[in-house]
């Protein structure tokens, strides 16, 4: 679960961060759920699956916890790292762009 966790959320900042801010008029719920079902596909898990899952970490809430957790450590991590040699170009406003 931590996995599909991790691609979900990621999945969700990729939306936010880049696709939603370039083109705001979006449909994001159907952009949301097609991005959910590319997780799901990737994972080999039903949307069913994912919500039953959802459904029994809401009766342990301290695994839910450590899920998250170790989430936001591995996304800290990441963060931590240098980016400074990324090859990506910078654009006029001195931006690295994808």
């Known amino acids: 679960m931590e996995k599909v966790l991790w691609d979900v959320a990621q999945s969700n900042e990729f939306l936010n961060g880049f696709v939603y801010f370039r083109n705001p008029g979006q449909n994001r719920a159907a952009l949301n759920n097609l991005m959910l079902d590319t997780v799901f596909k990737i994972h ?44 990506a170009p910078i654009n006029k406003d001195g931006v690295r762009t994808l």
């Open 44 to 87: 080999k898990i039903t949307r069913a699956q994912f919500n039953n899952t959802l459904k029994y970490y809401e009766t342990r809430p301290d695994v839910l916890q450590q899920i998250a957790d170790t989430i936001i450590a591995r996304k800290k991590r990441e963060l931590g790292r240098d980016t400074s040699s990324t090859t």
